[in-house]
């Protein structure tokens, strides 16, 4: 048939398209036993290498399985391992391989981080696939129908922690991505949009903890100036003993990672009820000023310490420890400074927009002149 043929949607996840009924789990874990594994290794030239393989023969596994002559799935079959295994002969896969071939855990690590993820409501990719495709039917994205915990098990392909040192060697392995495809097409999971999606939601979770300067406008190096609003993390060193004085920075790490789901969205709403306290600057007609991000005390704060942004766990623990009075002051000379810059920069605006556009001249010297008008972009704080 193809590329495209007939979806399944199995509550297991043993690959079959005949007619017979599909093979749960247990029963197909029970093939990797020995004497009830399906004779495709017999006469199968054991012991070919893979980069030998031509990559025509990959791309024709996957997309033509039904034109593969016998001696194309014996040379497949001849890599022994399970990349070679679904790319030859997809519907004999065990549940085991695969796992193995879609880059997730064994089944039984898989079905416990489903159940802790989902508090035991579910326990198959499939329960969890289907609750997120639904979400993004619905809503466009998978929070809040799916917990934090949900979406970073979605975004890690099933795994419990960022761990993919068990995969390294299949990751890039010739027919590897052809093998994920043919599987994955054939199960209808992972789905690429939901995949996509969480992977995404957990990058802008990752950059709000752990935050790093970025570069508007392409001015100059990082600059302490271009910090955000303290984030989850600023708030989590504020409830440490002695504010994590006694942590090395790997441990604050650490003892973030090992809070819950549910105690982490504690700091995220206090970064949420925070973050929109001082706006992005605007002129009076509303256009954003260039080259201020959202300005705070904090970024006052930053510049002051002078230790950049490989001194960021540092400037942390140092703005904690600061009184509230003291933050308060940092934030009212926040607010000035941004007066301040609006000011001056409104004003370069409305002398730019009274001179009216630069005079073209015909001499080379003249032209070779940068132009004063607006478009030059405002002195870095």
């Given at each position: ?92 896969l065990t549940a085991e391989e695969t796992h193995r071939v879609l880059l997730w855990p064994p089944p039984d690590v898989v079905r416990a ?61 010739p027919g590897a991505s052809q093998a994920r495809e043919l599987i994955s097409h054939r199960l209808g999971v992972p789905d690429p949009r ?188």
């Amino acid at each position: 048939m193809g590329r495209r043929e007939q979806r399944r949607h199995p509550d297991s996840f043993s690959v079959s398209t005949n007619a017979q009924p599909l093979v749960p789990f247990a029963m197909a874990e029970s093939r990797d036993r020995e004497g009830d594994r399906p004779d495709t290794d017999a006469d199968s030239g054991q012991g070919v290498d893979a980069t030998g393989i031509p990559e025509a023969l990959y791309d024709k596994a996957q997309n033509h399985q039904d034109q593969l002559t016998h001696e194309e799935r014996r040379l497949l079959l001849g890599r022994g391992d399970a990349i070679g295994k679904a790319l030859a002969h997809p519907d004999s896969l065990t549940a085991e391989e695969t796992h193995r071939v879609l880059l997730w855990p064994p089944p039984d690590v898989v079905r416990a981080n489903i159940q802790r993820a989902t508090g035991g409501s579910l326990s198959t990719p499939h329960e969890l696939y289907a609750k997120a495709k639904d979400a993004l039917a619905h809503g466009g994205k998978l929070e809040p129908t799916l917990s934090h915990a949900e979406i970073l098990l979605l975004a890690r392909s099933l795994r419990g922690t960022e761990d993919w040192s068990a995969d390294a060697g299949n990751l890039h392995a010739p027919g590897a991505s052809q093998a994920r495809e043919l599987i994955s097409h054939r199960l209808g999971v992972p789905d690429p949009r939901v995949a996509v999606t969480a992977m995404l939601y957990q990058r802008d979770r990752s950059a709000t903890v752990f935050p790093y300067p970025s570069k508007p406008l392409g001015r100059g190096p990082y600059s302490p100036a271009d910090l955000p609003h303290p984030s989850p993390l600023h708030h989590f060193l504020d409830d440490l003993p002695d504010r994590g004085s006694h942590l090395t920075d790997r441990g604050v790490v650490s003892a973030w990672t090992r809070l819950s789901a549910d105690q982490k969205d504690v700091y995220y709403a206090r970064f949420a009820a925070t973050r929109g306290a001082m706006p992005c600057p605007r002129t009076e007609d509303g256009e954003s000023v260039p080259g201020m991000a959202e300005y705070s005390g904090f970024k006052v704060f930053a510049k002051e310490t002078g230790l950049g942004a490989n001194g960021l766990l540092q400037m942390l623990r140092r703005w904690v420890d600061l009184t509230d009075e003291q933050r308060v002051a940092y934030d009212a000379r926040a607010v000035a400074e941004v007066a301040a810059f609006r000011a001056a920069y409104q004003q370069r605006r409305d002398a730019a927009a009274r001179s009216g556009p630069p005079v073209e001249s015909t001499s080379k010297s003249e032209s070779a002149e940068p132009s004063d008008g607006v478009s030059s972009p405002p002195p870095s704080l």
